[in-house]
């Protein structure tokens, strides 16, 4: 049977249907995904460009477009190493698209399947999950793509809901652009929906890569990860880990790991090159490093500009000495760059000592023409850092900021556990190996 057939197993949306989806998308060599992505470029803040790679159409299952859960998707792109798009994207790549089709959902033409038709009324009281829907949306799709002179080449968009990172908790859609490319599902991308099983005949995903190219007005070019570049949050599981859903992934860690060993692997020639850089990027985190859920955004922070510097610490905090900090502090606040969104406020603690880590704008001069471009920190211009501060003895610690060590077996130890596992067991390979 086919993938289609399969899939009508499963009319309305569910786990079952879920589990299934995710099994299919398995079978798709990484290679294939990766190998097909192109290039977006748009303007950055003070005349840079910053450039990302993105899947030219929707994922596919033998030609079909698939809906899919929030959880689903962030699923699928943790399988292939890549990113959901953000809503700001997914404006970018419908403006840069070789082709652009205006949206016709079913709920305003109607549709007609196997000789029944449903008017727009009857779509959305079938539920806009229903499998029937989806393959049919499909089948219009691939029509006017084909109308538009299409021919498996270049990015197209417009017809579609992209699945985007959570806000809040709830599953972010953002897309679905009319005649005048206006996108009906708009705004900041946030729904009222849950993320585990709500799906749309018409919402697909579409990935991009974890990381973006900065190309300076000198020509010069940098990588930098997305979460700098462009606020992002992950899927989480609602139970089991100990976190809010739609927060940025605290043991996120983990997968920046796996990424990272995966690319040592290929390195082999070196082996003590390899030790040398695991033990650089990965020794602090032996270290009593304990970081807490976001107690939430500073409303003062709202863009990468000096007016978002709030310019006073957090409640119950005040700013480091000088001679204050040291590597621990330095890699909490990297975890917590990697691993939040502008404004959030994270507390963490170093052997029982208290601090917040703050995402907010800092900046780093531009070179002057002439200069020693080396002798200027990167990234140039302004972008979202992390200002650490330390408790005030005595102050009070805004609520929701626990300052206790996680107990043995929390969600917090087990995901560190779980990562130096991941690294113990990568160095015992080499050691066998060597």
Not at 249 to 272: C, P, R
Request: net charge neutral; proline share 9%.
């Amino acid at each position: 049977m086919s993938f289609k057939d399969d899939y009508a197993r499963f009319p309305q949306p569910g786990p079952e249907r879920e589990a299934f989806v995710l099994k299919a998308v398995e079978s798709i060599p990484k290679e294939q995904i990766v190998n097909s992505m192109k290039p977006v470029t748009v303007p950055g803040p003070n005349g840079t460009k910053v450039t990302y790679r993105v899947m030219p159409d929707y994922l596919k299952i033998d030609g079909i477009r698939v809906p899919m859960a929030g959880t689903t998707a962030q699923k699928v792109a943790d399988y292939f190493g890549l990113n959901l798009p953000t809503p700001k994207m997914v404006q970018e790549i419908y403006q840069n698209a070789d082709i652009q089709v205006p949206a016709q959902p079913l709920s305003g033409s109607g549709v007609n399947i196997d000789g029944k038709q449903y008017s727009g009324n009857q779509v959305v009281n079938t539920g806009v999950g229903y499998a029937p829907f989806a393959v049919a949306y499909n089948q219009k799709v691939d029509k006017q793509l084909e109308e538009k002179g299409y021919k498996g080449n270049g990015i197209v968009a417009g017809f579609a809901k992209d699945i985007t990172p959570p806000i809040n908790g709830k599953l972010g859609l953002y897309g679905l652009f009319d005649a005048k490319g206006k996108p009906i599902q708009g705004g900041s991308g946030e729904t009222p929906h849950e993320t585990k099983a709500h799906t749309e005949y018409g919402t697909y995903v579409r990935l991009v890569s974890p990381t973006v190219t900065i190309t300076h007005p000198d020509g010069s070019t940098e990588e930098r990860p997305l979460g700098e570049v462009y606020q992002y949050a992950r899927y989480t599981p609602k139970s089991g880990t100990g976190e809010a859903p739609g927060k940025p992934d605290q043991s996120g860690g983990t997968q920046h790991v796996d990424q990272f060993l995966a690319q040592l692997s290929g390195q082999m020639g070196n082996t003590a090159a390899i030790f040398d850089k695991m033990v650089k990027k990965y020794g602090a985190l032996e270290s009593s490093i304990q970081i807490m859920p976001s107690i939430g955004k500073d409303p003062a922070i709202r863009d990468l500009t000096q007016a978002s510097i709030p310019g006073h610490p957090p409640e119950g905090y005040a700013p480091l000495s000088t001679g204050e900090s040291n590597a621990a502090i330095g890699q909490a606040a990297r975890q917590i760059l990697e691993n939040s969104t502008l404004g959030d406020q994270v507390p963490f603690t170093i052997e029982g000592k208290r601090y917040m880590g703050r995402s907010e704008p800092h900046f780093h001069p531009i070179p002057p023409a002439g200069a020693d471009k080396s002798k200027y920190p990167k990234p140039w211009g302004w972008h979202r850092g992390v200002t650490v501060f330390k408790a005030v003895e005595g102050g009070s610690t805004p609520e929701g900021a626990s300052v206790n060590t996680p107990p043995a077996g929390s969600s917090n130890s087990k995901g560190r556990m779980s990562m130096l596992q991941r690294i113990d067991d990568f160095l015992e390979g080499l050691k066998s190996g060597s």
